[in-house]
């Protein structure tokens, strides 16, 4: 069973800075990517940033300048720097993650999806 569990978020001022972690678990064979997404209420769940399994990165507009998005391999951990951070940043932040995994009797890839942290930034 796979598991992405994330970490990190809370109640930041604005122009402040957070870092959210990512830890993926389970019977992960290759970890093709990994990113992060956020949802507004009364919004669509939106793109944030992604990290390929070369160390290629893409970002939002939005995000661009501000955050920072990175890996540890050995610890199938994915990092959001987050700077400058701005009331409208203000989301639920969920980790997501292409993963291949396998057991005894089949390998697949699909995606998978954390939780989500609050991320709330004010004054």
């Known amino acids: 069973q796979v598991q992405l569990v994330e970490s990190g978020g809370g109640l930041v001022q604005p122009g402040g800075s957070l870092r959210l972690s990512c830890a993926a678990s389970?019977?992960?064979?290759?970890?093709?990517?990994m990113g992060w997404y956020r949802q507004a209420p009364g919004k669509q769940r939106e793109f944030v940033a992604l990290?390929?399994?070369?160390?290629?990165?893409n970002y939002a507009d939005s995000a661009k300048g501000r955050f920072t998005i990175s890996r540890d391999n050995a610890k199938n951990t994915v990092y959001l720097q987050m700077n400058s951070l701005k009331p409208e940043d203000t989301a639920v932040y969920y980790c997501?993650?292409?993963?291949?995994?396998?057991?005894?009797?089949?390998?697949?890839?699909?995606?998978?999806w954390g939780q989500g942290t609050q991320v709330t930034v004010s004054s």
């Open positions: 990290i390929t399994d070369s160390g290629n990165t």
């Open positions: 389970g019977s992960i064979f290759r970890v093709n990517a």
């Open positions: 997501h993650g292409d993963l291949s995994t396998i057991t005894h009797t089949t390998a697949s890839r699909r995606d998978y």
